[in-house]
């Protein structure tokens, strides 16, 4: 079993700042990558950012600038720190935890990509 608590959404307004973080727990041997993605009313689920065990990054190009996307690998947590916000940035968040499981051999096997509930994120103008 895998949980994931993601914290940190909200309303605030055009131009405001939150911070979501997420935190997996659980039957990890280890993470590869966390990261979030997002899904607007009416559109599909789209990749917003993610960050590996080693640091690499990926942004969506409409959000390259404004968001941060940042990991703690002690705390398996990472954090998305979203700035100049947008109404177009309007959606639920999804944390995603990409990672090993022991496996019934005793070895670490990769694990499904796991998905946290979503946390709303509203902005308004």
Known sequence: QVQ?????????????????????????????AMGWYRQAPGKQRELVADITSGGDMYYADSVKGRFTISGDNAKNT??????????????????????WKLGA???????DVYWGQGTQVTVSS
Do not use: K
């Not at 998305?80 to 968040?93: F, I, K, P, R």
């Open 4 to 32: 994931l608590v993601e914290s940190g959404g909200g309303s605030v307004q055009v131009g405001g700042s939150l911070r979501l973080s997420c935190i997996a727990s659980g039957s990890i041997f280890s993470i590869n």
């Open 105 to 111: 051999h005793g070895g670490p096997m990769p694990a």
């Open 78 to 99: 990472v954090y998305l720190q979203m700035n100049s916000l947008a109404v177009e940035d309007t959606g639920v968040y999804f944390c995603t935890v990409d990672y």
